[in-house]
């Protein structure tokens, strides 16, 4: 069992920062992979920010300058610091990790709770 449990979010203005984390923890597992999605009312859950499978950061478009992914390999942990936040990037923010397990042969998704970001004009 892997557990990924998600802190930070909260409600600001325009132009502020947010900064999100994300920890997995459980026995038995390796981190393949971690990255951020979110999902606006209405909209499709969408990626904003990954690690490539060589290890470099991804983002979305609309995101791109303004939102920065960090990883610490050690602790099992991402970070999403978010900047110069706008109202278009009001969502419910999930963490995702790909996790091979000892005993699997294919990795297996596991997702964060969600927490809600919400930013106001």
């Not at 979110?38 to 950061?57: C, D, I, M, N, Y």
Request: hydrophobic share 30%; glycine share 10%; proline share 2%.
């Amino acid at each position: 069992q892997v557990q990924l449990v998600q802190s930070g979010g909260g409600s600001v203005q325009a132009g502020e920062s947010l900064r999100l984390s994300c920890a997995a923890s459980g026995n038995g597992f390796s981190i393949y992979t971690m990255g951020w999605y979110r999902q606006a009312p209405g909209k499709q859950r969408e990626l904003v920010a990954g690690f490539t499978r060589g290890g470099s950061a991804n983002y979305a478009d609309s995101v791109k300058s303004r939102f920065t992914i960090s990883r610490d390999n050690a602790k099992n942990t991402v970070s999403l610091q978010m900047n110069s936040l706008k109202p278009e990037d009001t969502a419910v923010y999930y963490c995702k990790a790909v996790v091979q397990q000892r005993d699997s042969r294919w990795p297996t998704d596991y997702w964060g709770q969600g927490t809600q970001v919400t930013v106001s004009s």
